[in-house]
């Protein structure tokens, strides 16, 4: 059972990201537009801003590329400045960022939904070499974006379909062929939401409203659970031998609801791709 990490409430955590260089945990509420960290020693930070933010990749110690709901900006920690990257729907009021994460050769993946969960409303995207480029679109809640070891397989989510699927990556990092199902998860009626692919290929998948993490392996067959005590748990992250998740407080009251949670795990993650600016 995971146990709390930090205490700061989240209406909607989501994107953890371990930063490897600075060995530290950042991640996001989205609907409280804020940045949060915490370090092992229990050192803290958070950052507000005046749009949504939701996902991030580190670009080196002090920068972030951070998707907010109308833009890709460079984030700086040191200052707190935001330096415009390109447009993310600006034009679409109705949407907003969600998950994203830096790809094996430093791309950025990232993708939309309707702020109110319209359905279909959303895409998801790809940002590589100053090129923001459409991937799929008629997506209603991306999650669970993330990537093989090796570099030849993507994965993402539609939530409200119930379904994992993978995509081939050519050498670019593009997608190679249409998307296929990785894991099903309509019998079992769960919601994926977002996931890491650890060292050896296992994807670990946070499901929304099962208090639970889901540990995958590269066959899609289901290998271990990890229990959280928060019902909607939004995504698991690795860190120096331990394992991350956060969560929602969003439409629930329960005092462990929207905090951010950690348990000590043998498993080795992928260290984060760092993002090419």
Known sequence: MMEVFDNRVCALGEGPLWHPERRQLYWFDI?????????????????????????????????????????????????????????????????????????????FWIGTMGKDHEAYAGAIYRWYRGELRQLFD????????????????????????????????????????????????????????????DAQGRLWNAQWGAHRIACYGPDGRLLETVECPAEQVSCPAFGDGQIFATSAAVGLHGAVEGLTYAAPTAVRGQPEHRVVL
């Open 31 to 107: 609907l409280g537009k804020r940045l949060l960290t915490r370090s092992g020693a229990g050192e803290e930070g958070a950052w507000n801003f005046d749009l949504c933010v939701s996902a991030a990749g580190w670009a080196d110690r002090d920068r972030l590329l951070i998707a907010n709901e109308e833009a890709l900006v460079v984030f700086d920690l040191g200052t707190g400045a935001s330096t415009h990257v390109c447009d993310l729907e600006r034009t679409n009021p109705l949407t907003r960022s969600n998950d994203g994460r830096a790809d094996p050769i430093g791309g």
């Open 138 to 197: 008629r997506i209603t809640v991306p999650n669970s974006i993330c990537f093989s070891p090796d570099g030849a397989w993507a994965y993402f989510t539609d939530t409200w379909s119930k379904r994992v699927q993978r995509v081939a990556l050519d050498a670019e990092g593009w997608p190679a062929r249409a998307p296929e199902v990785f894991v099903d998860l309509r019998e079992n009626g769960l919601n994926p939401d977002g996931s890491v692919v």
